[in-house]
């Protein structure tokens, strides 16, 4: 069993981006980790190694939530109540289906993105909530949003309504644990324009399917991106502050 001035994060998308950088820098300060991601990062296992911190790594896909969300619940419940001084979600995985007007998307396509970006984060918390409910541990839950949640773009239905959809299910959370005594701290955080493998997509979109692409290659021409690194470093300063909650939808730029 752990001791009490343990701190527990749980990260879905840590082997690459922001979902990386937060992982390291989480390890770095000393908590234990638990990163949901298709794939094992060496590198990640390595650099828990050298700052003498604890990192498992579960490969799964987030398409497949429900039975993500079975092996994590059953994990919860084996901690025990005051295993951790803290337990923290953060629900930063995420994906863009192909680019293009709605009219052009493909079924499978859809249902992916919606799948790992808003019925896995969903699945996850519920469990998290639930298995968690009774511990010591002060409990969060941060999902990564997005500017694209709140305002529209064409060609991009799928990636709007599942932030948008992130942000108003944050929202309805935050109302029932605050219908609770030790109810968790929620907030939907949209991090900023970070130079990542996802902003790479959109400026390698055809133009002629994607009105907005001209905007993203200024954009990383213009030097307007955050880096990885010290996205996550804003991320996991907003995600410690006193306030943290108070606001269930929230810009890091505000």
């Known amino acids: 069993m752990q001791g009490m001035t343990q701190h527990l994060t749980l990260l879905t998308g840590a082997s ?23 794939s094992v990062s060496d590198a990640l296992a390595q650099h828990a190694e050298r700052a003498g911190s604890t990192v498992l790594q579960w490969t799964h896909d987030l398409a497949e939530g429900a039975a993500l969300s079975v092996r994590l619940e059953n994990w919860l419940n084996e901690q025990g109540d005051d295993a951790w001084t803290s337990a923290t979600l953060i629900n930063n995985a995420g994906v ?59 060609s991009q239905a799928a990636y709007c309504a599942v ?21 968790a701290k929620v907030c939907s955080l949209a991090p900023g324009v970070i130079d990542t493998d996802m902003q790479a997509q959109l400026r390698g979109a055809d133009g002629s399917a994607f009105p907005d692409r001209d905007n993203f290659l200024q954009l990383k021409s213009g030097g307007q991106l955050t880096s990885p690194e010290e996205a996550a470093r804003r991320v996991l300063s907003y995600l410690a502050r006193p306030d943290f909650g108070s606001h269930p939808v929230a810009d890091i730029r505000d």
């Open 163 to 183: 932030k948008a959809g992130i942000d108003h299910f944050t929202r309805c959370l935050a109302l029932d644990e605050a219908q609770k005594s030790t109810g």
């Open 96 to 154: 863009i289906p192909r680019i293009g007007p709605l009219s052009e998307a493909d079924a499978a396509d859809l249902a992916r993105t919606l799948r790992v970006g808003l019925e896995a984060p969903m699945q996850l918390t519920a469990v998290f909530l639930r298995a968690t409910e009774s511990w010591r541990a002060e409990r969060k839950v941060l999902n990564i949003s997005s500017g694209l949640g709140r305002r529209a773009m064409a």
């Open 16 to 38: 690459r981006g922001m979902g990386l950088a937060i992982a390291r820098q989480l390890l770095s300060q000393g908590h234990t980790v638990l990163c949901i991601s298709r």
